[in-house]
Nanobody, 113 residues
Framework: EVQLVESGGDLVQPGGSLRLSCAASGFTFSNYYMRWYRQGPGKGLEWVASINRGGEWTNYLDSVKGRFTISRDNSKNTLYLELNRLQTEDTAMYYC??????RGQGTQVTVSS
């Protein structure tokens, strides 16, 4: 059974930084592309970033390019998302997932002064 557990969300001021983690179990983590999604208040689910199996290729939502970095450690079965220069518009529940249907319960990121 696929299990994904996100952590690292917090309340942070605009311009601040956070590092989200996602612990994966129940499947062969290194065999899968992985993704981060988010859902802001009153909004639909939005794809944020993707990474290939080995971590050499990444892709980002335009609004987060240059501010967010996705990475993975296959030896630890863990996915990461580093969030820098956070903006109030980044406030959302953040999810890691294999795809939209196979994702964790999320971790809340709130950007507010």
């Amino acid at each position: 059974e696929v299990q994904l557990v996100e952590s690292g969300g917090d309340l942070v001021q605009p311009g601040g930084s956070l590092r989200l983690s996602c612990a994966a179990s129940g499947f062969t983590f290194s065999n899968y592309y992985m993704r981060w999604y988010r859902q802001g208040p009153g909004k639909g689910l939005e794809w944020v970033a993707s990474i290939n199996r080995g971590g050499e290729w990444t892709n980002y939502l335009d609004s987060v390019k240059g501010r967010f970095t996705i990475s993975r450690d296959n030896s630890k079965n863990t996915l990461y998302l580093e969030l820098n220069r956070l903006q109030t518009e980044d406030t959302a529940m953040y999810y890691c997932g294999i795809d939209e249907d196979r994702r964790g319960q999320g971790t809340q990121v709130t950007v507010s002064s």
